[in-house]
């Protein structure tokens, strides 16, 4: 069952403007939360993250807050540029057991338009 | 300079084939991943890796095969049992535990076809 859910498959945005990229979770037990950005037939890059404990944190153009209680979490790209433009992954991961290995959403593609 | 190499980027498979993927990192990283990519699927964990002679099954493990006998390599072998094989593979590695999200580094992925 798909513990990270990324409900929307793609988003349009113009060139300048925000874009809010929308992420829910099931497992109350993800303690970490972070953001990869992937090119075609390319390695996803990691982005930011986010420790549970937090509802912000910010990077530059780019930040994600947490709202625990809901199980959601949005990465917000403000001014939004054409380089953008990819596929955004939100990912989760519990701080203990499973290796840490990343539990992924299915993706949402974005496409910054000039 | 430190990353990750994957190996062959581009493979094509007969079917009944099995095929290895190398995956081998200089970044001193302790655990190592596979992951594959569908389109619409995400990334899926195949196998992870915490440490050396060490690994764990992922949630599509089966049909593959990896090894850890070195820290800085963790190949994936598809063997013909696995029914679907075409498909992006990723490999990752991080160092595992301490504080702080575990940030994964990935490699530029192999592109399976099984013909």
């Known amino acids: 069952d798909q513990q990270v859910k990324q409900n929307s498959p793609s988003l349009s945005v113009q060139e300048g403007r925000i874009s809010i990229l929308n992420c829910d979770y099931t497992n109350s037990m993800f303690d970490y939360f972070l953001w990869y950005k992937k090119y075609p037939a390319e390695g996803p890059t990691f982005l930011i993250s986010?420790?549970?404990?937090?509802d912000k944190n910010e990077d530059g153009r780019f930040t994600v807050f947490l709202n625990k209680s809901a199980k959601h979490l949005s990465l917000h790209i403000v001014p939004s540029q054409p380089g953008d433009s990819a596929v955004y992954f939100c990912a989760a991961t519990p701080n203990s057991n499973s290796g840490y290995a990343l539990n992924f959403g299915k993706g949402t593609s974005l496409l910054v338009t000039p | 300079d430190g990353g990750i190499t994957q190996s062959p980027k581009y493979l094509f498979r007969k079917e009944g084939q099995n095929v290895t993927l190398s995956c081998e990192q200089n970044?001193?990283?302790?655990?190592m991943y596979w992951y594959r990519q569908d389109p619409g699927q995400g990334l899926r964990l195949i196998y992870y890796?915490?440490?050396?002679?060490?690994?764990q099954k992922g949630d599509i493990a089966e049909g593959y095969s990896v090894s850890r006998e070195k820290k800085e390599s963790f190949p994936l072998t598809v063997t013909s049992a696995q029914k679907n094989p075409t498909a992006f593979y990723l490999c990752?590695?991080?160092?595992?535990?301490?504080?702080?999200?575990?940030?994964?580094?990935f490699g530029a992925g192999s592109r399976l076809t099984v013909l």
């Open positions: 890796s915490q440490i050396v002679n060490d690994f």
């Open positions: 990752a590695s991080s160092n595992r535990g301490g504080s702080g999200a575990n940030v994964l580094t």
């Open positions: 986010i420790s549970s404990i937090k």
């Open positions: 970044l001193n990283h302790d655990a």
